[in-house]
């Protein structure tokens, strides 16, 4: 009896439907890809958010100032520039070891937010 059991409950799995939708999985990697999730940085929308404020000696004024350090827009970009920005490592971005699929997911889930945005890229 326990095996009939386990052998249904095997086969309700096998041939059931995807755990999670694509939708929810690319949610899941924006907020945490492979360590800091995109919307740490980016902002829940991918809109762009202040990442820090901080004070500079400025040598010329002999003063400190106060400067900021943002990140930039994500949800307007075109495919390849976000592919290249979330695999290549450059300033303080850090690259993520994404599949080519979970690239075009979370590209998908990111420009969704925009569908009715058409500024400036």
């Known amino acids: 009896m326990k095996f009939i059991g386990f052998f249904l409950l095997f086969i309700t799995f096998a041939f059931s439907e995807e755990f999670i939708t694509e939708s929810e999985y690319a949610k899941m990697l924006y907020k945490n890809p492979r360590g800091i999730g995109c919307d740490k940085c980016h902002g829940s929308k991918g809109d762009g958010a202040l990442i820090v404020k901080y004070k500079a000696f400025n040598k010329k004024t002999n003063k400190y100032e106060?400067?900021?350090?943002?990140?930039?827009?994500?949800?307007?970009l075109e495919f390849d520039k976000f592919k290249s920005a979330v695999t290549d490592s450059k300033g303080i971005m850090p690259s993520y070891f994404l599949t080519q699929n979970e690239i075009l997911n979370l590209f998908e889930y990111i420009t969704s937010f925009n569908k009715d945005k058409k500024d400036e890229k």
């Open 66 to 76: 106060e400067r900021s350090l943002m990140a930039p827009r994500i949800n307007n």
